[in-house]
């Protein structure tokens, strides 16, 4: 029968960032990769202890993650060399809002405390700091999902359109002469209008995602005269 060792030595070792694999940032999956050079716990990974950067000064714009990321971890597979933090809507948002933070290999760098994770014998790993250079991410994805409007509300008292998006949307992207009210589903059987003429202004943080439009004063003119905006059965964009 098999003998249990006389003697044994914990591997005492720290683990660290790959220097090869290092880093990878998915925009579009909303997923941050990190292999290292020992197998690590999965369930121990804590995304709290994650810091993105705009660059290696370290006094650049940076975002901590919150509570709202989380490790991606499986029960029949509990340990691996690369581990994987989703991160929340409310992270993502922020990111984004925080512009070009996040949006190439080039603006994003990634620092981590020890307490990030541990490896199969319980250490800590090496903090990576913004000076390391596995800082910077090896590979990026970028984000090719569009936004969609989500719902919005019109208070014609304010003529305000309050519209929210799926995501954190880029505020010289809105283009008002595509952006259309109208009192019938189908645009040919009634009246149409675009926006050409109004402001907008936009939430901040994880609010980005949220646009104020305060529409013209001779577009609502025109919208009134042609029953558009009159009740919610006439009110379609």
Do not use: W
């Amino acid at each position: 029968s098999a003998k249990l060792v006389s003697s044994f030595t914990s591997d005492a070792t720290q683990p660290s960032i790959d220097s090869f694999a290092g880093i990878d940032f998915d925009a579009n999956a909303g997923i941050i990769s990190f292999t290292f050079d020992e197998y690590m716990i999965k369930s121990m990974t804590d995304p709290l202890q994650v810091t993105i950067h705009k660059d290696n000064t370290g006094s650049g714009t940076s975002y901590d993650l919150t509570s709202v990321s989380a490790p991606i971890t499986s029960t029949d597979r509990p340990f691996t060399k690369t581990l994987q933090v989703k991160l929340g809507e409310y992270d993502l948002n922020n990111l984004k809002y925080r512009y070009p933070l996040a949006s190439s290999i080039e603006y994003t760098y990634i620092t981590l405390k020890s307490t990030f994770s541990r490896d199969v014998y319980n250490n800590p790993i090496i903090p990576v700091e913004i000076t390391n250079i596995n800082a910077q991410i090896k590979s990026y994805v970028k984000d090719v999902t569009p936004p969609t409007l989500l719902t919005y509300t019109l208070d014609m008292s304010t003529n305000i359109m309050s519209l929210v998006f799926s995501e954190a949307v880029k505020p010289s992207s809105i283009d008002f002469s595509q952006i259309f009210m109208q009192n019938t589903a189908v645009a040919r059987f009634g009246f149409r209008t675009n926006l050409v003429g109004s402001s907008v202004d936009f939430g901040i943080n994880e609010l980005s995602t949220n646009a104020f439009i305060t529409i013209g004063t001779s577009i609502v003119a025109n919208m009134k005269r042609n029953g558009v905006g009159l009740n919610s059965t006439v009110t379609l964009l």
